[in-house]
């Protein structure tokens, strides 16, 4: 960790109010000080190298020191370094960025409204698919649907869609508009003997009958990532978005699809949906579409409810939405700039290449007595952890295993994080074999000397 003494770790606790972590802790605790980044490495202000297996936080696609990035924010800065979207207005980086955004998507993604976070973007969706209901004089049809661990980000919206626990607790939240519906983890929720097959099938009639007893009258849309993320890397079953996507037609629910994390290559496809045979009514973006080195997101949406919205300024005179800094002429260079590296370089195909070798290392990991599962797709992974692998028992909250690991990681130089009962894993999109080793090497120690820290109870 940084060193206590100094200036920056005194004024940073002094000071600043850090998000996802312990704040009462922090005054002795302190803050790790990262300096500096250099491709998949970054370094801390004790000259400490960490290789970032995380890509900070499901973002860094490109790593931390892309150069052609840095010089399309200088000669914007340079150019025009601000300017807005309101009142007609427009810039050229914000409309080729949209353009260039459109022409990758899929199918049917015409239009984007920008913002600065997935967690706004998805904020955003929310309040047009209530306005698109209203413009469709069905005033009722405003409940969404999200799932138990789906993450969809922190503000009250979008915080609400979240299935988690902790961002709820004490901060009045969920909204009451929000339902949620099963996690699609087979490993997690699964029946005794019940297959992969008939566990989406229940989850599927969990999710038509809750459509029913609301009534499909009161029921707008429902909102899943592709994989989710911060809820633990969970991979959707065979046949699940198949079975989610028809009976969303059948009742006529949009479907939003959160591709923050999966956006742009992470899947080993340019976006989750591609992975997944997933056709979204609205699509929300951010982290990889700039690879995190501009904050800047999008909500991208169909010619049927950007029709709607047109109709609404028919009716009020102007769409009253929107954010000082969205499509930020400098965000927006940088992110278009970003799309061109992922299609030059072919990082899709990158990740294509490198991806089993990741997961053929990571599956190694298997045998371990503290893993129960090895799962993901592309670069995106995540090594569960059990004190009882033929049970499937997580260690209990408070023993605090996968912190103690991901601090046990940093020691030997790589930087993962442990959300859930999981540790998670997304390195850069840039990663070599080489890097993969690294981060697997390192997080192997780590987990044998949590085994030997905690135990953990083995099969006969």
Not at 70 to 76: F, G, L, N
Not at 195 to 217: D, H, K, V, W
């Amino acid at each position: 960790m940084s060193n206590p003494k100094s200036a920056n770790w005194q004024k940073d606790v002094a000071h600043v109010v850090h998000p996802y972590s312990n704040l009462d802790a922090h005054d002795t605790r302190g803050p790790l000080v990262i300096t500096r980044g250099d491709g998949c490495y970054v370094e801390d202000e004790n000259g400490n190298r960490y290789l970032e297996g995380m890509s900070g936080l499901w973002c860094a696609s490109l790593g931390f020191s892309e150069k052609r990035l840095v010089e399309a924010a200088t000669k914007q800065l340079n150019t025009l370094p601000y300017y807005h979207l309101f009142n007609h207005r427009s810039h050229p980086p914000g409309i080729e960025l949209a353009e260039a955004l459109t022409a990758i998507a899929p199918e049917g993604l015409n239009h984007v409204l920008f913002a600065n976070s997935g967690s706004e973007a998805n904020d955003a969706a929310i309040k047009l698919v209530w306005y698109y209901n209203n413009l469709l004089g069905r005033p009722k049809k405003k409940k969404i649907i999200s799932r138990l661990y789906g993450y969809h980000g922190v503000t009250v919206a979008s915080g609400s869609l979240t299935g988690l626990v902790h961002v709820h607790r004490d901060f009045d939240l969920p909204l009451p508009q929000v339902k949620h519906t099963d996690c699609p983890s087979y490993y997690h929720f699964s029946k005794p003997g019940e297959s992969e097959e008939q566990f989406t099938e229940r989850l599927a009639n969990n999710l038509e009958q809750m459509i029913i007893e609301e009534g499909p009258e009161t029921v707008a849309a429902f909102i899943a990532e592709p994989i989710s993320g911060s809820g633990g890397v969970i991979v959707p079953p065979k046949g699940y978005f198949e079975r989610v996507q028809a009976i969303l037609k059948k009742y006529d629910v949009l479907f939003i699809v959160d591709e923050v994390i999966c956006g742009f290559g992470r899947t080993g496809q340019m976006f989750g949906s591609d992975s997944f045979g997933l056709k979204p009514d609205m699509m929300t973006v951010a982290k990889g579409l700039s690879g995190a080195y501009q904050p800047i997101s999008g909500l991208l949406l169909t010619d049927a409810i950007h029709d709607a919205l047109k109709a609404g300024s028919r009716k009020h005179g102007a769409f009253a939405h929107g954010l000082t800094y969205a499509a930020h002429p400098v965000a927006a260079a940088v992110a278009l700039e970003t799309i061109k590296i992922y299609q030059e370089r072919k990082v899709v195909e990158h990740v294509q290449s490198v991806a089993p070798y990741f997961f053929e290392r990571l599956n190694k990991l298997s045998v371990h007595p503290l893993v129960g599962e090895v799962r993901g797709m592309g670069l995106l992974a995540a090594v569960e952890i059990t004190s009882d692998k033929a049970r499937k028992t997580p260690f209990p909250p408070e023993a605090g295993i996968g912190a103690w690991i991901q601090n046990k990681a940093m020691e030997h130089g790589v930087i993962v994080r442990a959300i859930s009962t999981c540790i998670a894993l997304c390195p850069p999109l840039i990663s070599e074999r080489s890097h993969i080793d690294e981060l697997v090497d390192g997080l192997a120690k780590a987990l044998d000397e949590a085994q030997a820290h905690f135990g953990a109870t083995v099969p006969a």
